[in-house]
């Protein structure tokens, strides 16, 4: 199950450099080492394996596209794509906590952040020192962050901020959280909240049948005094979080290829191994249809992301491109994961196999960083120039 073949049906491999293949394979023995030997035991016991955090970090897969002089990577886009596709391979909870650090955590830090503040958290942030978290949701903004009561007034000295955020991965361990709130204005800013502020708690959410290995919070401030210096200053409005949001987008359509292809490939071992009717099941032109369609999925999702890579790479990639991966990659892989679970009979309910953590986990996906039905309208809107949000 866990000899990590990886469909290459177009030999796309051939068009990747070396180091964007050893960043990959060093990923990819990562995982197999690391997270496939533990990962269902962690899901099953809904503990996130918290140790991983300093390893994930060792390992560099943290920040990989944040420069080096900051203790990231400094790895271009692909690299990164390449990384998230290995890592949600192993667990997407794993990958939503690699991603939430690198692009919703050090992204904003290094776009939006002065030089002091860059400094002060990023190269902990890189080295898993330190776990960051993202609060943009809102118990009564979720699809409309713009609506968002999480809000901060101007008292001097330091900043004074009230409200609460919801769903929000890593929290609970989290060191630092970039928080988004309104000023007396109404205007968006990015705040650094940092564990142990007077009024800041991160309480728990329980009881979660997706993401089970992954940590998931409230974020409460009642009163909470933020330090001057922890207002992200570069950017404000609600495009300084949905740009970060496009980064994290960019590599979840990486990553859902990831849990994609170790469903395919679970599926494909088993049913050439399993016999019903004395032949193997993969035998029958029904289990052929299934496998034959879902490695048609994984090839023309494997080239969106090696498309979309290119032009992120050359800062040309937009965010609606970015919306159609991520919405189609979410959802051929959630597809994958269904089928292939029936492919398994019996057994594809079972920890024996990773697909019905996939196809759990994938229920998270398909719903955050924008929900299915939010990039179709995001492409409706560049396709028709009308927004049919409201
Ligand atoms: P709208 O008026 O369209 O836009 C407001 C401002 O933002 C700009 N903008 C963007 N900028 C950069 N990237 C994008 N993707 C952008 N989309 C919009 C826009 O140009 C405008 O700028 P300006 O200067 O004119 O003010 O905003 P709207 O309120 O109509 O909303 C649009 C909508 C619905 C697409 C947006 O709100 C949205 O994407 N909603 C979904 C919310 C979401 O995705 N939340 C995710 C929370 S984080 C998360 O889920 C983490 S899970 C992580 C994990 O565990 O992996
Ligand atoms: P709602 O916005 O209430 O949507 C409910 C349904 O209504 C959806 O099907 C949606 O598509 C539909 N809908 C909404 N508006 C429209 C419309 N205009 N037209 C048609 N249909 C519409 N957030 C963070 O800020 N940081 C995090 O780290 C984070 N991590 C998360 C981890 C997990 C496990 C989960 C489940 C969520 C996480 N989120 C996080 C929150 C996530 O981004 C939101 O759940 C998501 O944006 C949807 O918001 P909602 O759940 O409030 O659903």
């Not at 690391?34 to 390893?55: C, G, H, N, R, T």
């Not at 809102?138 to 609460?164: A, V, W």
């Not at 071992?269 to 879902?294: C, N, S, V, W």
């Not at 032009?311 to 892989?333: D, F, P």
Request: glycine share 10%.
């Amino acid at each position: 199950v866990d000899d990590f073949q990886s469909p290459d049906f177009y030999q796309l491999d051939d068009l990747l450099t070396d180091e964007q293949l050893m960043i990959r394979n060093a990923a990819r023995e990562f995982v197999k080492k690391e997270v496939s030997p533990i990962i269902e035991d962690s899901a099953q016991s809904a503990k996130f394996p918290s140790y991983l955090i300093k390893k994930f970090g060792e390992q560099g897969l943290f920040g990989p596209s944040i420069p080096e002089a900051y203790g990231g990577g400094g790895m271009c886009d692909i690299s990164y794509g390449l990384i998230m596709q290995e890592v949600e391979r192993g667990d997407s909870g794993l990958r939503s906590m690699a991603s939430v650090q690198s692009s919703l955590v050090m992204h904003p830090i290094f776009e939006y952040g002065n030089e002091s503040q860059r400094m002060k958290w990023l190269p902990k942030l890189a080295s898993g020192e330190m776990l960051g978290c993202f609060g943009l949701t809102e118990p009564d903004f979720g699809s409309n962050p713009s609506g968002m009561r999480t809000h901060f007034t101007d008292e001097g000295d330091h900043y004074l901020l009230n409200g609460s955020k919801m769903w929000i991965t890593n929290s609970p361990l989290a060191d630092i959280a970039v928080v988004w709130a309104k000023n007396e204005a109404g205007r968006v800013h990015g705040l650094v909240v940092e564990k142990g502020m007077e009024g800041f708690s991160a309480p728990e959410i329980h009881n979660k049948w997706s993401l089970r290995a992954s940590i998931t919070g409230e974020l409460v401030f009642d009163n909470v005094k933020v330090p001057k210096e922890n207002l992200l200053e570069g950017k404000s409005g609600l495009g300084a979080p949905l740009k970060c949001l496009d980064s994290a987008r960019y590599g979840i359509s990486w990553g859902a290829l990831g849990a994609a292809m170790d469903c395919y490939e679970t599926a494909r071992k088993y049913t050439l191994e399993r016999e019903q009717f004395d032949k193997p099941i993969a035998g029958f032109q029904l289990t052929q249809k299934k496998l034959a369609e879902m490695l048609t999925e994984i090839t023309k999702a494997q080239l969106l992301c090696l498309r979309l890579g290119q032009l992120k790479n050359a800062g040309k990639a937009t965010s609606a491109q970015i919306s159609m991966a991520k919405r189609n990659n979410v959802e051929i892989a959630l597809k994958i994961a269904r089928e292939a679970r029936q492919m398994l009979g019996g057994m594809g309910i079972t920890g024996e196999y990773p697909i019905m953590r996939h196809m759990m986990n994938l229920e998270s996906v398909v719903t955050y960083e924008g929900t299915h039905d939010i990039h179709l309208l995001i492409l409706g809107h560049e396709i028709t120039g009308i927004p049919a949000f409201k």
